[in-house]
């Protein structure tokens, strides 16, 4: 699987929630995920979950992917969420409103399977949008 391919295969079925079951085809089973919080997960299981309990706060995620560069085996990654707000987050309840944001992932292959994801946005942006 080319490494574009496995990207766009993460955001449109994993991160979307829409066919979590891909992950064992994508994702390293000892993949290592960083995100904005520093907090370090590692295996896929961890990702799912952190994706089941976001998607019940934001189940119709829009995502665009602005761009991909590709270099030796990593990859970074420019890309926009849209997502209404219809489900409880943290301490916030449910609002209806379209949240936002802009973030980037860089990724690092072993193989063709996603060994790494680092994620940067600003989790704020959300807090901000739903207050």
């Known amino acids: 699987m080319e490494f574009v391919t496995a990207i766009e295969s993460y955001f449109e ?7 979590p079951d ?33 998607s019940s706060a934001f189940p119709h ?17 420019v890309y926009t969420l849209a997502m209404k707000h219809i489900g409880d987050y943290g301490d916030y309840k449910a609002t209806g409103k379209t949240v936002t944001i802009t973030g980037v992932d860089i990724f690092e292959f072993d193989g063709e399977k996603i060994s790494s994801i680092s994620v940067f946005y600003n989790p704020e942006i959300v807090l901000q949008q739903i207050s």
């Open 22 to 54: 891909v992950a064992k085809e994508i994702l390293t089973s000892d993949i290592r995920c960083v995100l904005p919080t520093g907090d370090v997960s590692v295996g896929i299981e961890p990702i799912l979950e952190a994706v089941k309990g976001a």
């Open 61 to 77: 995620r829009g995502i665009s992917l602005d761009k991909i560069i590709v270099q030796d085996t990593t990859a970074a990654v």
């Open 13 to 19: 079925n994993i991160l979307s929630n829409k066919k």
